[in-house]
């Protein structure tokens, strides 16, 4: 049987930079060879340049999903509450890791990212809303960010990745004639003081949840939040921390307000039972509410079914804090003092809602015509 000889090749040029160290203290080599000088003068000047930033360069590549979970487990994970923990999973699993996971993370360039954001869609074949590509961008950003900080690799690639997502980002503050449909509706609804909550103070829809006569401060005039509720393991509310530290905060309790709340249990809003609401009873209030101004608002019924609707299906209890920041605006709070308010950790969340203008503020600029002849 005829013996292979293995080809061997032999260079002009050959250099060898110690990366590391074994734990029998044995030294770690990356090999460069070359005939070309240049070229070769060009490879060990990266090298040491990668060595000196403290990039991996040897060893087998390490991929985007092994590196993801890594980041997910060390970083994130520890430090998040469960709704959020569900939103990286979903952003990994459905979005980042089936287009890029099987790559090696120093293979990745920033038209693979972009490619991933242009092609994003939701399970039905529908295009993302701007916002939900947002949560994408903002993971692949702290994804590779990390990367480099760790040494993977030396430049992120995730930067001037543009969000080029066409869906609507759907969350917006009411129209002046919304808001009052909803405070005409709110006077009689049983679910109106609940609303109130979140159009007359601020209160995102997990924060009405746990709040009751305990957290009235100054004789009822102010109203401390510092608690929220989570349904992200199932049907029954449970309590946790506010969504940032700034979201523990104090905000003025309007008085007809605070005279229609039931203070006799432990929470405002309650089941039958006395106990926090389960996401099914949320579900519900809010839609025998946006039903009740749907028909106020003229909406056509096909035996007790509405077939046309007259209030925006699209209309959430989201919607209502966004108004509660307009009106803060409206009535002349500083941006500083309404951040405080809504709960905000930064600034430019707060902004990004208090800039908002309707042609109605528009209109109510336009000087009148006792203005224009004085």
């Known amino acids: 049987m005829p013996t292979t000889?293995?080809?061997t090749y032999t260079y002009k040029y050959v250099?060898?930079?110690?990366?590391?160290?074994?734990?029998?203290?044995?030294?770690?080599?990356?090999?460069?060879?070359?005939?070309?000088?240049?070229?070769?003068?060009?490879?060990?000047?990266?090298?040491?340049?990668l060595n000196a930033k403290g990039v991996q360069i040897v060893g087998k590549a390490l991929t985007v999903e092994q590196w993801a979970w890594q980041w997910y487990h060390t970083y994130k994970e520890p430090k998040i509450g469960a709704s959020q923990r569900i939103n990286y999973e979903i952003n990994l699993k459905r979005h980042i890791l089936p287009v890029i996971g099987f790559m090696p993370v120093t293979a990745v360039r920033p038209f693979h990212l972009q490619q991933l954001v242009n092609d994003a869609r939701r399970e039905d074949g529908k295009p993302l809303a701007q916002g939900t590509v947002r949560q994408i961008l903002y993971t692949l950003r702290q994804l590779f960010e990390q990367a480099e900080i760790n040494g993977l690799i030396e430049v992120t690639p995730c930067r001037r990745?543009?969000?080029t997502a066409t869906g609507k980002t759907a969350r917006r503050a009411l129209t002046r004639e919304e808001e009052s449909l909803v405070r005409k509706v709110a006077a009689r609804h049983w679910a109106g003081p609940w609303v109130l909550l979140m159009l007359d103070c601020g209160l995102r829809r997990g924060e009405t949840v746990p709040i009751g006569t305990a957290d009235l401060r100054k004789d009822g005039t102010l109203l401390r939040i510092s608690s929220s509720a989570t349904?992200?393991?199932?049907?029954?509310a449970k309590k946790k921390s506010t969504k940032t530290a700034a979201g523990e905060r104090l905000v003025p309790m309007p008085p007809e307000l605070l005279a229609?709340?039931?203070?006799?249990?432990?929470?405002?809003?309650?089941?039958?039972?006395?106990?926090?609401?389960?996401?099914t009873h949320l579900r519900r209030m809010w839609a025998s509410f946006h039903r009740a101004c749907d028909r106020e608002a003229g909406a056509k019924l096909y035996r007790n079914k509405i077939i046309e609707h007259a209030f925006?299906?699209?209309?959430?209890?989201?919607f209502l804090r966004h108004t509660y920041c307009t009106?803060?605006?409206?009535?002349?709070?500083?941006?500083?003092?309404?951040?405080?308010?809504?709960?905000?950790?930064?600034?430019?969340?707060?902004?990004?809602?208090?800039?908002?203008?309707?042609e109605e503020d528009i209109a109510s600029l336009a000087p009148s015509t006792e203005q224009k002849n004085a």
């Open 5 to 7: 000889t293995k080809k």
């Open 260 to 279: 229609r709340l039931d203070q006799s249990g432990r929470y405002f809003v309650h089941g039958r039972d006395g106990k926090m609401l389960t996401l």
């Open 231 to 236: 349904y992200a393991e199932g049907n029954q």
């Open 161 to 163: 990745i543009e969000n």
């Open 312 to 318: 925006d299906p699209a209309i959430t209890p989201h």
């Open 15 to 49: 250099k060898a930079i110690t990366v590391g160290h074994k734990p029998d203290g044995k030294p770690i080599r990356k090999y460069i060879r070359e005939n070309n000088k240049a070229i070769f003068d060009q490879k060990v000047r990266y090298y040491q340049n």
């Open 327 to 358: 009106n803060l605006r409206r009535l002349g709070y500083d941006l500083k003092t309404a951040q405080y308010l809504m709960g905000h950790a930064s600034i430019t969340t707060t902004a990004n809602i208090y800039s908002h203008i309707d």
